[in-house]
């Protein structure tokens, strides 16, 4: 059974950094894209970052481009996210999540995401 364990959500002041782990279990991934999606109160999820399994292509959501990194360390079947310049408006529980896929069509689409973990939460003061 596949387990997908985030960690490293914390409240932070804002300009400052969090850096979020994801730690798969059950079986390897390192053939499948992974991703962090995030969800604020009363707002619909939204992606983040995705980074293919080998983790030579990444692609962002503009609010977060040069703030954000995402890598990955496949011998430990983990995927990681650092938050840099953290805002106010991010926010949010941060999930990882697995695709089928070497790398999604569209990265941004959920359904492109076949496992989920259970989501840390980023709090940003001001």
């Known amino acids: 059974q596949v387990h997908l364990v985030e960690s490293g959500g914390g409240l932070v002041q804002a300009g400052g950094s969090l850096r979020l782990s994801c730690a798969a279990s059950?079986?390897?991934?390192?053939?499948?894209?992974m991703g962090w999606f995030r969800q604020a109160p009363g707002k619909e999820r939204e992606f983040v970052a995705a980074?293919?399994?080998?983790?030579?292509?990444?692609d962002y959501a503009d609010s977060v481009t040069d703030r954000f990194n995402i890598s990955r360390d496949n011998a430990k079947n983990t995927v990681y996210l650092q938050m840099n310049s953290l805002k106010p408006e991010d926010t949010a529980v941060y999930y990882c999540?697995?695709?089928?896929?070497?790398?999604?069509?569209?990265?941004?689409?959920?359904?492109?995401?076949?496992?989920w973990g259970q989501g840390t939460q980023v709090t940003v003061s001001s």
């Open positions: 999540a697995v695709s089928q896929f070497t790398f999604p069509r569209q990265p941004t689409d959920a359904s492109e995401y076949l496992y």
């Open positions: 059950g079986r390897t991934f390192r053939t499948n894209a």
């Open positions: 980074i293919s399994g080998s983790g030579g292509r990444t």
